[in-house]
């Protein structure tokens, strides 16, 4: 069995946010990032096929330099090959990214290919599917329970109508949630091993943006929330505001 994982890294949210002078891209300046959260699960389901059936793994993703990080982070969870499509652009979008990775795939003829079920930073849910329909592949997300056959996986996937079991042949993309399962934390050895391990480099396959972004915009700042006692002037406080600032009365 061979599985390829795919994995972005991302600025971690909790940083201040700020966009770039062109208004076009994200300020990179005192930005620190880190690997996708959903992406965790998606390693940690991998390895885990790599203890179960012995599976060849490789974990894959699509950037410039700054990413090699994120494939140390694989490699400090038990991947054992690790390759960065270097972009040779900040620019791009997310089909060029499901592009390169399709390009990619394709050349290895992997079983299994998991992804999380999105990446935090633009939250498109695209590159997944796009890369499914470019390899010809079904592509299942928010996928929350897997169980293997030798031919065959049946995957469990919560809606809001409730659980739906999907059986599926090899070869397959799939989308993990949180829930999948719990990643493990990397032994200090194997943080250290994976500074050391090589990183295969390839050129980017397509460098053709699909989308341009005329302007981006930080979200408006909340307003202060107003606090009421339980009395009748609340009462007439709610309907106050409900007048004049929401105007619905």
Not at 2 to 17: M, R
Not at 24 to 31: A, Q, T, Y
Not at 33 to 48: G, L, R, S
Not at 117 to 138: A, F, M, R
Request: hydrophobic share 35%; with cysteine.
């Amino acid at each position: 069995m061979k599985v390829i994982v795919c994995i972005s890294y991302v600025p971690d949210i909790t940083n201040e946010i700020k966009i770039s002078s062109d208004k076009k891209s994200v300020c990179n300046e005192n930005l620190t990032y880190i690997i996708n959260p959903f992406d965790e699960h998606a390693i940690e389901e991998t390895v885990q096929l790599k203890e179960k059936f012995n599976a060849e793994t490789l974990a894959v993703t699509y950037g410039p330099d700054l990413y090699k990080e994120v494939i140390r982070k694989a490699y400090s969870y038990g991947i054992d090959e690790g390759v960065l499509i270097r972009s040779n652009t900040d620019n791009y979008d997310s089909f060029t990214v499901a592009k390169n990775l399709a390009e990619f795939i394709k050349e290895k003829h992997p079983d299994l290919i998991f992804f999380g079920k999105q990446s935090i930073d633009y939250e498109s849910v695209s590159v997944q599917n796009t890369v499914g329909q470019l390899l010809n592949l079904p592509s299942l997300n928010f996928i929350s329970k897997i169980n293997y056959d030798e031919k065959h996986i049946t995957l469990e996937k919560t809606t809001e109508r409730g659980k739906e079991l999907i059986t599926v042949k090899l070869p397959v993309l799939i989308g993990v949630e949180r829930t999948l399962n719990i990643p493990r934390y990397p032994k200090l050895k194997d943080v250290l091993k994976s500074k050391s391990k090589p990183i295969e480099i390839k050129e980017p396959y397509f460098s053709d943006n699909k989308i341009e972004f005329s302007e981006l915009k930080l979200p408006p700042k909340k307003e202060s929330g107003i606090i009421l006692n339980n009395n009748s002037d609340s009462i007439l406080e709610i309907i106050r505001f409900l007048k004049e600032k929401v105007k619905i009365i």
